[in-house]
């Protein structure tokens, strides 16, 4: 879990709420009028932009803000040294009964271990990525779609209370009420846009690329383990991945 959403999530809450309650009776920011402009019209623009079978994933994209097994790249290079061991001690051919939890790296140790040239393994696994991110891309539109919407529709809200208030000027009950929805909708959609699609959207951009980047460590290791090159020379290869600062706690601790 990303306790990070979680908490962000809990503040930014908190913050809307608690000036809402300090300033005033919460009751008046609450307008159904306002609710069902916003919401609908959100919801319905999004049906248009996508297809039936993209909208039945958005649950699931949005959980992925919130449910994911971060990628560790430490861990990633150790269980590449730990292969490179079992292919130099034994060879590459072993690499196939060694059981890996890691999709992704069991393909790679397949494609080597079935003795296949470098270049069609990198061009297999960037098949892999490309198809990832295209997938992940689709997710990060969705809520981008969102984000650019909800105050859309918060605009179109304000303008049909000015136009209620402006016509019924004379009628000083309809005033409230028409200033309302004026003010509220444009209220709704910057909270959603704000507070859920456009923080969605940036978590699943940055989770996509932290697995990428997973990802393209898992090739750099396969091709110097197709390669023969030793074990600790592709471990000292595959930091470069890793920020400067975790290269040197890794030489320390080593």
Same mark, same amino acid.
């Given at each position: 879990?990303?306790?990070?959403?979680?908490?962000?999530?809990?503040?930014?809450?908190?913050?809307?709420? /608690?000036?809402?309650?300090?300033?005033?009776?919460?009751?008046?920011?609450?307008?159904?009028?306002?609710?069902? =402009?916003?919401?609908?019209?959100?919801?319905?623009?999004?049906?248009?932009?996508?297809?039936?079978?993209?909208?039945?994933?958005?649950?699931?994209?949005?959980?992925?803000?919130?449910?994911?097994?971060?990628?560790?790249?430490?861990?990633?290079?150790?269980?590449?040294?730990?292969?490179?061991?079992?292919?130099?001690?034994?060879?590459?051919?072993?690499?196939?009964?060694?059981?890996?939890?890691?999709?992704?790296?069991?393909?790679?140790?397949?494609?080597?271990?079935?003795?296949?040239?470098?270049?069609?393994?990198?061009?297999?696994?960037?098949?892999? %990525?490309?198809?990832?991110?295209?997938?992940?891309? =689709? /997710?990060?539109? =969705?809520?981008?779609?969102?984000?650019?919407?909800?105050?859309?529709?918060?605009?179109?809200?304000?303008?049909?209370?000015?136009?209620?208030?402006? /016509?019924?000027?004379?009628?000083?009950?309809?005033?409230?009420?028409?200033?309302?929805?004026?003010?509220?909708?444009?209220?709704?959609?910057?909270?959603?846009?704000?507070?859920?699609?456009?923080?969605?959207?940036?978590?699943?951009?940055?989770?996509?690329?932290?697995? =990428?980047?997973?990802?393209?460590?898992?090739?750099?290791?396969?091709?110097?383990?197709?390669?023969?090159?030793?074990?600790?020379? %592709?471990?000292?290869?595959?930091?470069?991945?890793?920020?400067?600062?975790?290269?040197?706690?890794?030489?320390?601790?080593?």
């Amino acid at each position: 879990m990303d306790i990070a959403t979680i908490i962000g999530l809990v503040l930014a809450l908190s913050a809307v709420l /608690g000036a809402i309650i300090a300033g005033g009776d919460i009751l008046a920011f609450i307008d159904i009028p306002s609710v069902l =402009v916003v919401c609908l019209g959100l919801i319905g623009a999004t049906f248009i932009k996508w297809p039936i079978e993209v909208l039945q994933k958005i649950s699931g994209y949005a959980m992925k803000a919130v449910f994911f097994a971060p990628a560790d790249p430490k861990e990633t290079i150790e269980s590449i040294g730990q292969l490179a061991e079992t292919a130099r001690r034994e060879s590459v051919f072993a690499l196939e009964k060694v059981p890996i939890e890691d999709p992704f790296l069991k393909k790679a140790m397949t494609l080597a271990a079935d003795n296949r040239p470098p270049e069609v393994i990198s061009a297999i696994l960037q098949l892999e %990525i490309d198809a990832m991110e295209e997938r992940h891309k =689709v /997710g990060v539109d =969705v809520f981008d779609g969102m984000a650019v919407d909800s105050p859309a529709f918060g605009m179109i809200g304000t303008l049909i209370g000015l136009v209620i208030m402006l /016509g019924n000027l004379s009628d000083q009950a309809a005033i409230g009420p028409a200033m309302a929805i004026a003010l509220l909708t444009t209220f709704y959609g910057a909270c959603i846009a704000n507070i859920f699609a456009n923080p969605i959207k940036n978590k699943i951009a940055f989770r996509s690329k932290l697995e =990428v980047a997973k990802m393209n460590i898992i090739i750099a290791g396969t091709l110097g383990i197709v390669a023969g090159e030793n074990p600790r020379l %592709i471990k000292e290869k595959l930091s470069a991945f890793l920020p400067p600062a975790e290269r040197e706690k890794e030489e320390v601790e080593e």
